[in-house]
């Protein structure tokens, strides 16, 4: 609307419960900067497709509304709107993780190669971009500290993690730099840094931690960490299809609980799992994660946000595991599982729902760490 010389947002819901928490504010402001804007807070008005809703309002110069946009910020970035149900075009054939199985069993190929068949060569040169943002949120998180903006004064961990880390060995100092990968990402997520959304932002330091810690530990190479980021990837896809990756809409199982089940399965399959073991692995990040509530505190993603993606990383690592001492074989399916995660968020109580208003975020007026 280059014609408009005022502007009008609306954050509804969850976005703004927790907008200024997640600098949606920021966004805002950064992207109007040169025009009038006033933004309108109404957490307590929830629009029916999702709760993380707002609308764009443009005004000429006599203040004559001449166009609206209502749009849903629905996870890991993506956006639809009232016209739409989906930002992108679904490009892969099978929308269940049992087909997906069945379509690997009979071609002779591997969960990696499903994706590379329905997205094509580019594919690569994608998820390599996407391991190098990664890669480089992880080494700006550990030289960093200071405490990070919002007003909680919460200190950077991630770059004394690392440092006390090479004083331990063995398995000790594997999980201590485990701890301080996830950390590094989460931080740099909190002070608005640059990261990739695996699946969304709260999550984004679960897969990346899992990956450099394989990288390190084992000397996985690049096109090692490329196919696992591709079966990552697919398993996020799933999740988000059939149900949701949205801690506004699902709680923080959709959040935290995919990020684990998509490192899980990366873990698993640079182990040399078969693809039913990759599958149990990403079952058991969902399950394992069943119910947990998305309560931040102060709106901020930072408590307990920040810790569980440490801890879901470390869940990853024992998910493998298990499934590698396994033949694969379990009851309760993946797809089974997605599809429990999705109801159970549904029925959790708003509260409890990215909205600040329950639970630990309660809990304002904390202790100095």
């Known amino acids: 609307m280059p014609e408009a010389v005022r502007f009008r947002v609306f954050l509804y ?184 959304t695996a699946p969304t932002c709260g999550a984004c330091g679960v897969l990346p931690a899992v990956l450099k810690h394989y990288q390190k530990v084992y000397d996985a190479d690049l096109q090692q960490i490329y196919k696992a980021l591709a079966t990552a990837g697919l398993i996020g896809s799933l999740v988000k299809h059939n149900a949701s990756i949205s801690g506004a809409e699902v709680g923080c199982q959709g959040e935290v609980g995919t990020a684990c089940a998509m490192a899980s399965a990366a873990a698993n399959q640079m182990m040399g799992g078969t693809i039913n073991q990759i599958e149990y692995a990403a079952e058991m990040g969902i399950e394992h994660h069943l119910g947990l509530t998305c309560d931040p505190v102060a709106g901020l993603v930072q408590i307990p946000c920040i810790e569980r993606n440490a801890f879901a990383a470390e869940r990853a690592l024992a998910h493998n595991t298990y499934a590698l001492m396994s033949d694969g074989r379990h009851r309760i399916s993946f797809d089974q599982v997605v599809e429990t995660m999705y109801k159970t968020g549904k029925n959790l109580s708003n509260d409890y729902k990215e909205t600040s208003k329950a639970g630990l975020a309660l809990f304002t007026a904390l202790p100095k760490c």
């Open 13 to 196: 819901g969850s976005l703004a419960a927790t907008g200024k928490g997640h600098l949606t504010d920021v966004a805002i402001q950064e992207i109007f900067s040169n025009k009038s804007i006033e933004i309108c807070w109404e957490p307590e008005t929830f629009l029916p497709k999702h709760p993380n809703a707002l609308k764009f309002e443009a005004f000429n110069e006599t203040m004559e509304l001449i166009k609206s946009w209502t749009v849903y910020s629905v996870g890991g970035g993506a956006i639809i709107d009232d016209l739409s149900e989906l930002e992108t075009r679904n490009v892969y054939t099978l929308s269940k993780l049992e087909d997906i199985l069945n379509w690997c069993h009979e071609n002779g190929k591997q969960l990696w190669e499903f994706v590379e068949d329905h997205e094509g060569p580019g594919i690569w040169d994608y998820l390599a971009e996407v391991w190098r943002v990664m890669d480089a949120a992880i080494a700006r998180g550990l030289k960093k500290e200071g405490t990070l903006p919002g007003g909680l004064m919460l200190p950077r961990k991630s770059s004394s993690f690392n440092l006390k880390a090479q004083n331990f060995s063995g398995p000790f100092k594997k999980r201590s730099k485990l701890f301080a990968y996830a950390l590094a990402v989460s931080e740099e997520n909190a002070s608005g840094g640059l990261v990739v």
